[in-house]
């Protein structure tokens, strides 16, 4: 998958500018834009802030905070001064991105404390989109971007909203600013970046549905895989991952990751769960190899990090993993990572796997 975000971005930015030309002749000062509390000056201030601001996170790659500075509007300026600064902004914003190598990754609260380029690209498109449509409902003009750039950032931070059959209409509902038939209004909500879990030689990174369908479809989800990469059991997940997010039900936390090598950025193999703990606070695990990176330890390596990380949660009490017999490879993997031949009491109690595959279980505390 081609890393589309600048060109998004661009994209974005030049939609938008065009419709709110219309109204330079307003004073955006005295207008306030849609349901906020802001004026539609303010507004457009806002969206060349935080594009700007996104550009500094990922120039300057802090860990732990904003970079400490911040873009305001003189006094003086008035709407077509305002789109001139979304533009440079827009263009800045961009050109950092394509600057920007695939494995960087910078801070951001929401949720899991860093982004990446993708989740800063669809980040700064749904801030461009959505004050554009407030400013636009101040302004009493119509406005509706392109269909793919909502579903661009429904697929990358929103992946717990289940997609609708019009991604623009969606979008404003997962953001509180409009109705969608059959779902209850939003009052609430944040944007949710990948999860990234780090080991000695290796990342677990959360693969969102817009990668889990490039995966699925026989692409690469926008990483560098190893050359006999991804393999079968990756593709597999992925589908599986992006059937969950068409039926409302993806847990991101709960996955797929890739497992990426530090040493070359190049992911080597997948893993993750095959759904969220049940009621009982129990979650199966799965994973597999490029055969090129297999028997180097990369496996137990990841399981360990994956089941400690799940096993801190106040919501997984045990994980388990079934296992053909004649698998002797993934049966050290999993002995390696702690996991250990289930009991008839624990087979009964997970459910008895299916015919013909074994049931190992990492027992957590007492639920």
Not at 125 to 134: F, G, K, N, Q, S
Not at 166 to 176: F, Q
Not at 255 to 276: P, Q, S, T, Y
Not at 359 to 367: F, I, K, N, W
Request: with cysteine; glycine share 10%; net charge negative.
């Amino acid at each position: 998958m081609a890393d589309m975000g600048g060109e998004r971005v661009t994209e974005a930015v030049a939609d938008a500018v065009a419709v709110l030309r219309a109204a330079v002749d307003r004073d955006w000062k005295a207008v306030r834009a849609g349901r906020t509390e802001w004026s539609c000056l303010k507004t457009a201030e806002h969206i060349a802030s935080d594009l700007i601001a996104y550009a500094g996170q990922l120039a300057g790659r802090p860990q732990d905070r904003y970079v400490p500075f911040e873009i305001h509007l003189e006094d003086d300026t008035d709407a077509e001064g305002a789109l001139q600064v979304i533009e440079t902004a827009g263009t800045l914003f961009a050109a950092t991105m394509r600057a920007t190598p695939r494995e960087v990754r910078a801070f951001h609260p929401y949720p899991f404390r860093s982004a990446n380029r993708a989740g800063f690209a669809a980040m700064g498109i749904a801030e461009v989109l959505l004050h554009t449509y407030d400013i636009a409902d101040g302004l009493g003009l119509p406005y509706e971007p392109p269909a793919h750039l909502p579903e661009h950032v429904l697929t990358r931070i929103f992946p717990e909203v289940q997609p609708g059959p019009d991604p623009w209409r969606t979008l404003l509902w997962a953001t509180g600013r409009g109705d969608l038939p059959g779902r209850a209004p939003r009052t609430e909500w944040r944007w949710s970046n990948n999860l990234v879990l780090p080991t000695e030689r290796l990342t677990l990174q959360g693969i969102t549905p817009a990668s889990a369908a490039e995966l699925a479809a026989g692409g690469d989800g926008d990483f560098e895989w190893v050359e006999d990469g991804p393999f079968e059991g990756t593709r597999e997940a992925a589908a599986m991952t992006l059937k969950a997010y068409e039926a409302g039900v993806h847990r991101p936390e709960f996955g797929l990751f890739a497992l990426v090598r530090r040493e070359d950025g190049r992911a080597i193999g997948g893993m993750g769960f095959h759904g969220a703990p049940d009621e009982d606070g129990r979650a199966e695990v799965g994973y597999d190899l490029a055969e090129s990176a297999r028997g180097q330890g990369y496996a137990t390596e990841a399981l360990r990090a994956l089941s400690d990380w799940a096993l801190a949660r106040d919501d997984v009490h045990s994980l388990c993993a079934t296992i053909e017999p004649d698998n002797a490879a993934s049966q050290r993997v999993i002995a390696r990572a702690g996991y250990i031949r289930a009991t008839v009491e624990e087979e009964q109690a997970y459910g008895e796997a299916e015919p013909g595959l074994r049931l190992y279980v990492l027992p957590g505390r007492a639920g």
